[in-house]
């Protein structure tokens, strides 16, 4: 079958995975982290994209992005990922793909799920038992999104500012998201959403999606439609 077209529509987040080959390590020593994210703030200038919020794991990466033209995530994407490979491959004196195939990404409703995705991406590494708290971990917008670091081209999405009008009240605010657990409906429509390439969102979003792009962008559940009892047409 062959594979839908990328969901990539300007002024719409977009929550992006990009994984090591065979769920191989990306990042090999500290310098590495900050290599990327260098890579990442001239790319987000270069292709007119804004970064909300991030996590570097060992061998994957999340973005939450917001590309302001058309096709704008994925140069950004292809920017970052092609002069990083080539110094992984120089550094380490390695040949061959990085990456695995294509990142997954999704299109994120801002007002339902655009605060959920951006604890979802920060929390990542608490999740897999690297640290306890997600202060405690360097490379990801949790410090500068709750105060503790200061991060001049991470970009503020509106739904954040909303959180309070004072940056500390709002550093405040946001922090105390982070009490309370994400919820299991919240993390299973996050990941399956994102594995799918669908928008993630209120019905109402992914129509005006699917009309904005020409395709599908919901998920269609397995299996032929039920026919309705009686056995006849309606």
């Known amino acids: 079958m062959a594979r839908l077209p990328r969901l990539d529509l300007p002024n719409v987040p977009q929550h992006i995975v990009q994984r090591g080959n065979n769920r191989q390590a990306i990042f090999f020593h500290e310098d590495d982290y900050g290599v990327y994210l260098d890579y990442l703030r001239e790319a987000l200038e270069k292709n007119d994209c804004k970064l909300y919020a991030f996590v570097l794991m060992t061998n994957h990466s999340h973005l939450l992005t917001l590309g302001m033209a058309p096709g704008g995530v994925s140069g950004l994407m292809q920017s ?27 299109l994120v409703d801002s007002e339902r799920y655009l605060l959920t995705c951006m604890r979802y991406i920060e929390l990542n590494p608490s999740r897999a038992g690297m640290v306890r708290n997600p202060g405690d971990y360097r490379w990801s917008s949790y410090r500068p999104h709750v105060g503790e670091s200061v991060m001049g081209w991470l970009a503020e999405p509106e739904e954040y500012r909303r959180l309070a009008a004072r940056p500390e009240t709002r550093a405040l605010a946001y922090r105390e998201l982070f009490r309370q657990p994400l919820a299991t409906d919240d993390l299973e429509a996050i990941r399956t959403h994102l594995n799918k390439g669908c928008a993630l969102g209120a019905s109402k979003f992914q129509d005006e999606i699917e009309a904005m792009a020409g395709r599908r962008a919901k998920i269609v559940p397995r299996g032929r439609p039920r026919k309705p009892k009686g056995g006849g047409e309606k």
């Open 80 to 106: 970052v990922g092609r002069r990083y490979v080539r110094y992984v491959n120089a550094t380490y004196r390695r040949s061959g793909t990085l990456f695995e195939g294509r990142f997954k990404s999704s």
